[in-house]
């Protein structure tokens, strides 16, 4: 008993464990996961409120009415959104598993919370793989594949608890969640799971991961690329190395095969790297576009060069440093490069396109940090202010732009939300529906459904009657000129007004007998001057739509007022339709020059008539808008605006008169 007891104990009691030292770090562990369910709840609870408010745009429409239709026994559903088959949309074969689950409530808010969990999914093995290679966790593989464990001066629960600072701070993460539902999400859960396996050992398992990711979208192939890239240089055993040289394989393999089925129809290849291939080249092929980019490297490297605010704005909250690890650093390649080469800031800037990027970063600024932390390592003395730094840049950014997260993406209010309800029951299912951006997403559980995210455009008829859905200043709009289009263009067809409360319209028009396509012009056919802002009048909604106005009350202001054109230089011809019965100003006015460039005093009329008048736009000084947005030390890069200003047409009332106004429009001038 003596020779147990002697065996059993330490032979140095100064190397005795440290009871209350372990239970010190598991408690920062624990308060780390605390964190990260935390987190998986706002999410939920947010989701739970952006789709009950029905808020959700474009994007979310495409997902949905696929859900849908497969959920309702359309195996082979076609997407009236992207105007193709859905298994050419983009390879996302995960949909058809996914959308059976969703025939139990809540159908459609299932993608949004099974985006969430994929978010809190990453970054539950994001701390776990933290724990296991600083040493808190052992593994017999431990030693042999993973990056540890080390006795850093650091330790583990610490370590894990930054993690889920980064996370969990992390503004991209939220604003992931926020925008409709996407793949990268989950496409990222599953290849940090792939990235995971691989380091353990437990190769056979690995390949499940990889099959999923692939099986998500086109582009994750490249995820799992990258995962393979960076375990050849990050594990240590050749059986490991040889899995990754197969999975970098396989996910070249799938993209190969993804692009001769033209499964990838929606990926805007050559709208987004056209340009590579020089100016001349029309419609080029990828072999076009990869050969320019070799022969005129200037062209690539200008357009990632332009794109630098964005690196450190994707990279900076989540550490930074991971890009010292090979596990980070594969992923990030294959991440940030493709956006980063597309033809304009839109895909470069942190969302959702860039979101495997966020924990996979983070899992590598803590992991390069702990090895920094090393006993005996020359930098371990830095690491504790390091971690500080980083822990501090991230809450930095999250302060900077987590206070603009509900009012970014609950742009529909209770009220609205009440409505659309009301509008979602009253529509029949197999009936046709036209809406724009703002409020799609819901609204997108039917067969024959259409965005119109601009103008001109048109729809398709199928013999019934079809129904608008039209907000006025409900939810995100991608072109507020474009929606006023729709909705004036839609009155002058003299629908019946089904429904209009809160600024949303619901209007049904029956089409004639025989009709199959209707097209509808852009905004410079008019605009109804009732769809836009009065200061000194309102709509009058008396007798059929396409005479709505807007009458004047006789008060001096601005009768018609907030149309906004964005228009390239050039010479321009105002036209308003109009009646008074005193003399009234119809006015031009540059947003740029912040100046009246043009004007018109309008004799009195009992009937209305249009009066035209033309104007010239000058050339922007400074070739127009940055396209950087938010505070001076935690900005974007967004899509830069147009070399051109914004000009408003104003009917301005000097006096007593009582004016009515119908339509504004702005053409450009014939030469």
């Known amino acids: 008993m003596a020779r147990t007891l002697e065996r059993d104990a330490p032979a140095d009691p100064a190397k005795a464990p440290d009871a209350s030292g372990r239970r010190r770090f598991s408690l920062a562990a624990l308060v780390a996961r605390a964190m990260l369910v935390g987190q998986l709840a706002w999410l939920l609870a947010f989701s739970a409120v952006q789709y009950r408010r ?72 994001v701390v776990s793989w933290i724990l296991r290679a600083a040493g808190a966790q052992r593994s017999r593989h431990a030693p042999r594949l993973l990056d540890g464990p080390w006795r850093s001066s650091i330790p583990a629960g610490l370590l894990a608890l930054l993690a889920a600072v980064l996370l969990c701070a992390n503004p991209w993460i939220y604003s992931t969640a926020a925008f409709d539902f996407h793949w990268e999400a989950v496409a990222g859960f599953f290849t940090l799971l792939t990235a995971w396996d691989l380091a353990r050992g437990k190769t056979r398992r690995a390949w499940i991961w990889v099959a999923l990711t692939l099986a998500t979208q086109q582009s994750s192939a490249l995820y799992v690329v990258g995962v393979g890239a960076a375990g050849i240089f990050a594990l240590r055993a050749d059986r490991g190395r040889r899995t990754a040289v197969l999975v970098m394989v396989s996910g070249l393999a799938w993209l190969g095969l993804m692009t001769g089925i033209h499964a990838n129809r929606a990926s805007y290849l050559q709208a987004a790297y056209g340009y590579l291939a020089g100016p001349g080249a029309a419609s080029p092929s990828l072999g076009q576009m990869a050969w320019g980019a070799v022969t005129h490297a200037s062209r690539p490297l200008g357009q990632i060069w332009s794109n630098r605010l964005d690196f450190w704005a994707n990279l900076l909250p989540a550490g930074l440093l991971g890009v010292l690890n090979p596990w980070a650093l594969g992923v990030t390649v294959v991440v940030l490069v493709p956006d980063f080469l597309w033809t304009n800031h839109l895909m470069a800037q942190p969302s959702f396109q860039n979101y495997p990027v966020y924990p996979f970063v983070t899992l590598g600024s803590v992991l390069v940090l702990a090895r920094l932390g090393r006993k005996h390592a020359p930098l371990r003395h830095a690491s504790a202010p390091i971690a500080v730094a980083m822990a501090g840049a991230s809450i930095a950014w999250a302060w900077a732009w987590l206070p603009l997260y509900p009012r970014s993406w609950l742009r529909v209010t209770p009220s609205a939300a009440r409505v659309l309800a009301r509008v979602r029951d009253l529509i029949p299912a197999n009936a046709e529906i036209v809406t724009t951006n703002g409020i799609s997403g819901r609204l ?72 199959k396509y209707h097209r509808f012009p852009g905004p410079s056919a008019g605009l109804a001057a009732w769809t836009l802002n009065s200061t000194v009048g309102a709509p009058d909604y008396s007798g059929m739509p396409s005479g709505w106005h807007i ?57 209305p008539e249009t009066v035209s008048f033309p104007f010239s736009v000058p050339p922007v000084a400074g070739g127009g808008s940055s396209g950087v947005t938010r505070p001076k030390y935690f900005r974007i890069q967004t899509p830069a605006g147009k070399a051109s200003p914004l000009v408003e047409v104003r009917v301005v009332n000097p006096g007593d008169p009582v004016a009515s106004v119908y339509t504004v429009a702005v053409r450009r001038a014939s030469s």
């Open 54 to 125: 029905g808020g959700l745009t474009f994007d979310f429409s495409v997902w949905n009415q696929a859900r849908w239709l497969i959920s309702h026994g359309h195996l082979d559903p076609y997407s009236t959104v992207m105007s193709m088959p859905f298994w050419q949309v983009d390879g996302n074969w995960l949909m058809w598993p996914l959308a059976l689950g969703t025939v139990l409530p809540p159908h459609g808010l299932w993608l949004l919370w099974v985006q969430d969990l994929a978010v809190f999914g990453s970054a539950w093995i």
């Open 444 to 515: 997108s559980e039917h067969r024959d459904f259409y965005v119109k995210m601009n103008v001109p455009s048109g729809i398709p008829l199928h013999g019934e009657p079809v129904y608008f859905v039209i907000p006025g200043n409900q939810g995100i709009a991608y072109n507020p000129l474009g929606t006023k289009a729709v909705l004036s263009q839609v009155a002058a067809l003299n629908p019946d007004v089904v429904l209009h409360d809160d600024g949303i319209w619901v209007l049904r028009w029956v089409p004639p007998p025989g009709a």
């Open 551 to 607: 009458q004047g009350t006789g008060s001096r202001g601005f009768v018609v007022w907030g149309d906004y054109w964005s228009v390239a230089p050039g010479r321009y011809i105002a036209a308003v339709k109009l009646s008074s019965d005193g003399p009234v100003t119809v006015e031009v006015s540059s947003s740029d020059h912040h100046r009246i460039v043009a004007s018109l005093s309008v004799p009195p009329s009992a009937t």
